[in-house]
């Protein structure tokens, strides 16, 4: 079964405070629909229209549970506390098998 992952490409982040507050209950969530970080942030060499800014890479047992875990109760607070304190490129991929 094809794992699943979370990938997020932060283009801007102008309230470094809000993106503190949304990690722990998105860290919560996460651990709770069985997500493993992968990256968080480190050194990016961008290439062509890539962005540098922050890049953070979960990984799922499979697309089913990456999704799942989005659409949780428990992650759905998460979001509301960035509030405009970043703009970010966020989705949800298949592995290959």
Known sequence: MP???WVSVYRTISDPEKLAAYNKPARMAVE???GRVLVRGGRV???DAGI???TVLIEFDSFE???AARASAAYQ???AT????VERDFRIV???D
Request: glycine letters at 24%; a negative charge; zero cysteines.
């Open 94 to 96: 298949e592995g290959i």
């Open 3 to 5: 794992k699943g992952y």
């Open 77 to 79: 607070e998460a979001p």
């Open 52 to 54: 540098a800014e922050r």
């Open 65 to 67: 549970q990456a999704v």
């Open 82 to 85: 960035l509030s405009g304190g």
């Open 32 to 34: 709770a629909g069985g």
């Open 45 to 47: 060499v961008a290439h």
